[in-house]
C-alpha cells in the first residue's frame, strides 16, 4: 500500500505516448466519462483511506475511566479502563486498578461510554468509499451477502493491513436459478448445485447464500452440500419452501428480509406457524427494514437528498436518485409491505427471535453505507423490537450467528479490539452510536478529528462532475498504472464496474487499455468457472 501511496501522488501527470498507436483523442459520451470517472475516484478514495491508515495510532492503548457497555446485560459499568494491544483487548477492570501501561497511549474516558463496534450484517459492497462510511460510523465489521473474487482480494488487503476497513465476512455469490443480471450463480441440477458449493467452498467464502428462485430439490441439494463443507446456509428463504422445511431441514442460520414470513410472491403474511418455524433451532433474522426506504424513495427523494450524509454519495448517483419518478409499480409494493411487514413483526414480536442488523446497503437508491446502520436500529426499535435485542442485534449477536462469540462483539479480555467510544449511552438511546467521538478496529485508534477529514476528503471526490473528467491519453495511462497498483496490494475494485469501463476504453480505441484493465479482473483458481459474468441468458 506504502508503494501504491507513493506513486499516486503522480497520477494526474499526462504522459505523450498513447497506450494504442490509433487511439485518438476521443470526445466519450457522458456514460464512457462516467465510467473511466468512477476508477478515478475510486484511486482517489484509496488514497484517503491510505490517509486514514498512517494516521491511525498503533500500539499499546488505554481508554481509561471510562463506562463499558455490556451489551449482555444492557447497562454500562462506569470507571473502567481497556487496555489493548496487538489488536486485542488484554485487560477490562476497575480504573483505580490498572496494570502499570507506562509508555501507551492514554484516551481520556471521563464522561464518555465505550461500546463494542457495530455490525452490518447485511450489505453489499461496490465501493471503497463504503468502507470509509462504514468506520467512520462505528462499523468495525461487515458481512457481504454477494461474494465475488474480487472481494476475497480486498479481505486479503484488510487482513493484511494493507487496507484499513471492517473486518469483511463474505457469503459466496448467490445460489438461484434465475440470473440476476450476472449477480447470481445459476444452478438447474442438483449436481450444479452441489459442483458450486464445492467450489464456492473451495473459493475461501464464509457462508453459502441462496435466493428467491430455488425449487425444493435444488434447495436441498445446496443445503446438504454445504453441511458437508461445514458451511452455514444464509440467505433468503426460497419461494415454495417453507419456513419450517429451510430452518430444520436445510438448516439455514440466518433469514433475510422476512422472506418466507410474508410470502415474496404476492407481498402477503404467510399462513404458516412461526413459532413451529423457528422452534429450538439456532437461528437468526435480519429483517433488513432500511431497505423498504427503496419503496418510498422518490416520494421522499427530495427530502432524503438534503440528509447531511447525502454529501458523501457520487454527484451522479444522486443526480439519479433525483431523476427517478415513482412508478405505479412501487406504490403497490410500497402499500403492500406497509401492511405485511406490521402484520409480520406483530406474529413475530412475542417469540423473540434472535435478531440481526442489517441494511442491504449500499444496494439500492438513497442508501448511505454505514449512515444506514444507525438508521437501521431507530427502524428496529420503532418496529417493536425491545432496545436490548436492537443492541445486541448490532454486537454481540452478529458475533453468535457468525460462531465468533469468543473472537468480537463484547469489549471483554481476549476479544478482538474493536471499539466505538461515545457520548452517551446507548443502553438508554441507540442515538448514541450518532455521536461517536473515535473507532477503534482491529487495534488502530481513529480519533473524531481525523475520521472528519477523511469524510471532508470524500464529501470532496464525490463532489466531482463527471462531465469534467478528461479523458486523454496521459490520463487513461495514469488510470491503469494506479488501479495495478491496487491491484499489486490486494485492494481489487468492483469488476462490474471495471468492465463497464473496459467496454468504453474499447469504444474509444483504446483497446490495448481495456486488455489490461481485464487482465486485474480475471478470477483464479476454482473461482473462475462460479464467476458470473452479467445477462440473463
Known amino acids: 500500500m506504502k508503494r501504491f501511496a507513493s506513486l499516486l501522488a503522480a497520477s494526474a501527470i499526462a504522459f505523450a505516448t498513447p497506450l494504442d498507436a490509433a487511439a485518438p483523442e476521443a470526445v466519450p459520451s457522458g456514460s464512457d466519462r462516467s465510467n473511466l470517472h468512477w476508477i478515478g475516484q475510486e484511486i482517489e478514495i484509496a488514497s484517503a483511506l491510505e490517509t486514514l491508515n498512517r494516521r491511525a495510532h498503533v500500539g499499546l492503548t488505554v481508554f481509561r475511566d471510562v463506562s463499558v457497555v455490556d451489551v449482555v446485560n444492557t447497562h ?8 489493548t494491544r496487538d489488536g486485542r483487548i488484554v485487560w477490562v477492570g476497575d480504573a483505580t486498578n490498572a496494570p502499570d501501561t507506562t509508555g501507551a497511549f492514554v484516551i481520556d474516558g471521563s464522561g464518555l461510554y465505550l461500546s463494542p463496534g457495530l455490525t452490518d450484517m447485511h450489505v453489499h459492497t461496490v465501493s471503497l468509499a463504503e468502507q470509509l462510511l462504514r468506520l467512520a460510523t462505528g462499523e468495525t465489521a461487515v458481512r457481504d451477502m454477494d461474494g465475488f473474487p474480487w472481494m476475497l482480494e480486498t479481505r486479503r488487503a484488510i487482513e493484511s493491513g494493507r487496507l484499513l476497513a471492517p473486518t469483511e465476512y463474505i457469503a459466496g455469490t448467490i445460489i438461484t436459478s434465475y440470473p440476476l443480471d450476472g449477480y447470481s450463480v445459476v444452478v438447474k441440477t442438483e449436481a450444479e448445485a452441489r459442483d458450486t ?8 467464502y464464509d457462508f453459502i447464500k441462496v435466493h428467491n428462485v430455488l425449487k425444493l430439490p435444488l434447495f436441498d441439494a445446496v443445503a446438504d452440500e454445504a453441511r458437508r463443507a461445514g458451511m452455514d446456509l444464509v440467505g433468503h428463504i ?28 404476492n407481498l402477503i403474511v404467510s399462513n404458516e406457524d412461526y413459532a413451529k418455524g423457528i422452534a429450538g433451532a439456532d437461528v437468526w433474522l435480519t429483517p433488513t427494514f432500511y431497505t423498504l426506504n427503496g419503496y418510498t ?3 421522499n427523494a427530495a427530502a432524503l437528498l438534503q440528509q447531511p450524509q447525502m454529501q458523501y454519495v457520487s454527484l451522479r448517483a444522486r443526480t439519479e436518485w433525483k431523476a427517478v419518478g415513482m412508478s405505479d409499480n412501487d406504490r403497490q409494493l410500497k402499500a403492500l409491505f406497509d401492511v405485511a411487514v406490521p402484520a409480520a413483526m406483530q406474529r413475530l414480536l412475542p417469540l423473540h427471535p434472535r435478531w440481526l442488523a442489517g441494511t442491504d446497503a449500499a444496494n439500492y437508491p438513497l442508501q448511505v453505507a454505514g449512515f444506514a446502520l444507525l438508521d437501521e436500529l431507530t427502524m428496529m426499535e420503532a418496529a417493536g423490537i425491545p432496545r436490548a435485542e436492537v443492541l445486541r442485534a448490532a454486537t454481540s449477536e452478529p458475533a453468535a450467528a457468525m460462531r465468533q462469540s469468543s473472537v468480537f462483539g463484547q469489549v471483554k479480555r481476549g476479544m478482538r479490539a474493536d471499539l466505538v467510544l461515545l457520548a452517551s449511552d446507548p443502553t438508554q438511546n441507540l442515538n448514541a452510536y450518532r455521536d461517536n467521538r473515535g473507532v477503534m478496529v482491529r487495534g488502530r485508534w481513529l480519533d473524531r478529528t481525523t475520521l472528519d477529514a477523511s469524510l471532508a476528503q470524500l464529501a470532496a471526490v464525490e463532489a466531482e462532475p463527471d462531465d469534467q473528467f478528461p479523458v ?14 491496487l ?19 474499447r469504444k474509444l480505441g483504446y483497446s490495448a487499455a481495456a486488455a489490461e484493465l481485464d487482465s486485474l479482473t480475471a478470477a483464479t483458481g476454482p473461482c473462475v468457472e462460479i464467476t458470473p459474468h452479467g445477462g440473463d441468458d
Open 76 to 83: 454500562a459499568l462506569p470507571h473502567q479502563s481497556v487496555i
Open 197 to 204: 458449493v464445492r467450489k464456492e467452498a473451495a473459493c475461501g
Open 238 to 265: 426460497p419461494h415454495d419452501i417453507t419456513i419450517d422445511h429451510a430452518v430444520h431441514s436445510g438448516g439455514m442460520r440466518t433469514l433475510e428480509h422476512l422472506k418466507g414470513f410474508i410470502n415474496d410472491r
Open 297 to 299: 424513495r422518490q416520494a
Open 472 to 485: 486523454t491519453n496521459g490520463r487513461v495511462r495514469a488510470l491503469l498504472r494506479d488501479a495495478s497498483l
Open 487 to 505: 491491484s499489486a496490494d490486494h485492494i481489487a475494485l468492483d469488476t462490474m464496474n471495471l468492465a463497464d469501463a473496459s467496454t468504453s476504453l
